[in-house]
């Protein structure tokens, strides 16, 4: 019993957490709301003019409705400082989406930031498979070890008979065929990745900020 009541209130203490969570602003900050700022600090930070409605909806709850101008006022003052190169670029080197409010005057660094970004993004992830594949090889090369030092055991054990012999042979033949093959890919790969990351070096030394 005490069991479950523990459950039900780590439970209930976890959907308390979410719900306050969503809320964008608390019963204060809407009593002693400064709607021009908070415009000005949403703008800033990158977020959508539609972040009002979540504003709204927190602060219904005490019955203070947002000054629209105010909000809009302040967010377009917020987005001039915050649609700029460099905030262009940290969003295209997450691979997100480009947000589409960035007002005519200071759309165009933050559009070169951004491809600039998502350039250097898809390179990064050019070199991660590439480090990934070779991990996965290193790997496979590794296990190829092991199991050839089963086989050799059996070759060398005096109680293995002929058959065990030549079938030990035969396997270690094959996983030898096989590390070479592997080695091969091994170098390629560790090559281009070489290659690439001088790319993706050269990539970061050519999109300084304009």
Not at 36 to 52: C, F, H, M, R, V
Not at 60 to 84: F, Q
Not at 111 to 122: A, N, S, T
Request: aromatic residues 6%.
């Amino acid at each position: 019993m005490l069991i479950r009541c523990a459950q039900g209130l780590l439970l209930l203490t976890s959907l308390l957490v979410l719900i306050t969570g969503c809320s964008s602003l608390s019963k204060q900050e809407c009593l002693n709301a400064d709607w021009y700022q908070i415009g000005l600090e949403d703008g800033s930070n990158g977020k959508a003019k539609n972040n009002l409605a979540r504003h709204r909806k927190a602060c219904a709850k005490v019955n203070i409705t947002p000054d629209l101008t105010a909000y809009e006022r302040g967010h377009d003052e917020g987005l001039t400082r915050y649609c700029n190169y460099s905030n262009g670029l940290s969003v295209g080197n997450r691979g997100a989406a480009m947000p589409t409010f960035c007002p005519l005057g200071t759309r165009a660094q933050f559009e070169l930031g951004y491809h600039d970004g998502l350039e250097r993004y898809q390179q990064q992830k050019i070199v991660d498979q590439l480090a990934s594949d070779i991990d996965a090889l290193e790997i496979q090369q590794a296990n190829y070890y092991e199991q050839k030092q089963v086989l050799e055991q059996v070759i060398l054990n005096n109680n293995s008979n002929q058959q065990n012999r030549a079938q030990a042979l035969a396997e270690m033949r094959e996983i030898e065929y096989a590390q070479q093959s592997v080695t091969e890919q091994l170098t390629l790969l560790n090559a281009q990745l070489l290659q690439e990351v001088h790319q993706l070096e050269a990539l970061i030394e050519r999109q300084q900020q304009p």
